[in-house]
């Protein structure tokens, strides 16, 4: 009995650690896991009004920015929970550090010596339906060109703007 109880708890394990990670809404970024015995979820029947600032600076220039990869897990999360795209509507306002990252690759390579890992990230993002701005203070303030941009970002006034802005309209506020 023991031994079957034992091999019984190495196959749950084994089947648990197994899990591949799934990108419902967008493509190869914010991989999640499925939870089918999760007590609490999404509510599909609401309208999803979120608003995030992303200000963390990437600790490697050539890695993928961990904050901005996890509003795609947000994205995945909620579309994964049942959350029809529709209901999900997600601004994203990148400004301190993280201003770099809205940099086009020519300008990152020049600033970094490597090439911005974020691109298709932000295609992704933004075929998936999120809007992404960036701070046009923090554009000034870390001298970044704002016609050297990747092309699916736009210029806010300023962060503090933009999020207030969003949180009177009934965003729920998130920080990366």
């Avoid at 970024?29 to 600032?53: Q, R, T």
């Avoid at 509003?71 to 201003?99: F, S, W, Y």
């Avoid at 923090?138 to 949180?167: C, F, G």
């Amino acid at each position: 009995m023991n031994k079957l109880l034992a091999l019984s708890f190495c196959l749950l394990v084994t089947t648990s650690f197994a899990q591949k990670r799934i990108f419902p809404a967008v493509n190869n970024y914010g991989g999640i896991f499925e939870i089918p015995y999760a007590a609490e979820k999404p509510d599909p029947s609401l309208d999803y009004k979120i608003v995030i600032e992303v200000e963390r600076e990437s600790e490697n220039p050539d890695s993928l920015s961990w904050a901005i990869n996890n509003v795609a897990r947000l994205v995945n999360l909620h579309v994964m929970g049942g959350v029809p795209k529709e209901k999900l509507d997600v601004v994203m306002v990148i400004h301190g550090g993280a201003t770099y990252n809205v940099m086009e690759n020519a300008a990152y390579f020049k600033k970094y010596k490597t090439n911005n890992p974020n691109l298709n990230l932000f295609k992704e993002l933004s075929n998936a339906g999120v809007r992404i701005f960036v701070c046009g203070q923090s554009l000034i303030n870390r001298k970044v060109d704002r016609t050297k941009m990747v092309p699916e970002v736009r210029v806010a006034t300023s962060m503090l703007t933009t999020l207030t802005t969003y949180q009177l309209k009934g965003y729920a506020l998130l920080k990366f």
